[in-house]
């Protein structure tokens, strides 16, 4: 069973500084997405990565993939209030596991984020 | 920007009835989904569906959960009979699944609670 974890949980930051958040999950898999969710609100797409090396990267967000090491970041850059959120990473087990994907994502368990003042 | 619009936002019901949630996907899209979060937890899959079938589906949709496609652009989710443990969010998604857009697009959400 593919297991997805994130840490921290929750992550209190200051505006101003630089945070990582890491992704490890536990089978093979070269599609690995990065959502956004505010509260009481759906699932906003951040990031698509899809190959080992991936580096993508949007405003003061940047996440990568490392298919060999299974782990997934997102570093943030100079946190500012508005990226306060839940963020989540979400694994797709594509075809070369083994099977034919229809895109199942399994989810890590979210990292909630708050910037302060 | 095109985007999967789901059906009621809110619904209340009590238990041991059948409620229907829907969902009308983006157009050009071919795989469907319904998730689930339970307040404060993680996202669950539940359910993916493709050329009007079931694709795969978890242990969470058992018996009591369906999904129909009654026509060429609703997508909805009926559970025959609600319990208090189904009250969650559900999230209708779909895909194109090519390479220029991969990814899974999410509805607002229909907030189910089971009273």
């Known amino acids: 069973e593919l297991k997805v974890e994130q840490n921290p949980l929750f992550l209190s930051m200051q505006e101003g500084k630089n945070y990582t958040i890491y992704c490890n999950y536990s089978?093979?898999?070269?599609?690995l997405y990065w959502y956004r969710q505010d509260p009481g609100k759906s699932l906003e797409s951040l990031f698509v990565?899809?190959?080992?090396?991936a580096v993508k990267q949007e405003g003061r967000l940047m996440a990568s993939l490392d298919t060999k090491a299974r782990l997934s970041t997102l570093h943030i850059t100079a946190a500012v209030h508005d990226l306060s959120a839940t963020y989540f990473c979400?694994?797709?087990?594509?075809?070369?596991?083994?099977?034919?994907?229809?895109?199942?994502?399994?989810f890590g368990q979210g990292t909630i984020l708050t910037v302060h003042p | 920007e095109p985007e999967v619009t789901q059906t009621p936002s809110h619904q209340v019901t009590q238990m041991g009835q059948e409620v229907i949630l829907r969902c009308v996907p983006i157009?050009?899209?071919?795989?469907f989904y319904w998730y689930r979060q339970i307040l404060g937890q993680k996202v669950e899959f539940l359910v993916s569906?493709?050329?009007?079938?079931?694709?795969?589906k978890s242990e969470i949709f058992d018996d009591q959960f369906s999904v129909e496609r009654p026509d060429g652009s609703n997508f909805t989710l009926k559970i025959r009979s609600t319990k208090l443990e189904d009250s969650a969010m559900y999230f209708c998604?779909?895909?194109?699944?090519?390479?220029?857009?991969?990814?899974?697009?999410f509805g607002q959400g229909t907030r189910l609670t089971v009273v």
């Open positions: 998604a779909s895909s194109a699944r090519d390479r220029a857009k991969p990814e899974a697009f």
């Open positions: 089978t093979t898999s070269d599609r």
């Open positions: 990565l899809l190959s080992n090396g």
């Open positions: 979400a694994v797709d087990v594509a075809a070369n596991a083994g099977g034919t994907s229809y895109g199942k994502l399994t």
């Open positions: 157009s050009n899209h071919l795989y």
């Open positions: 569906f493709y050329n009007n079938e079931i694709s795969e």
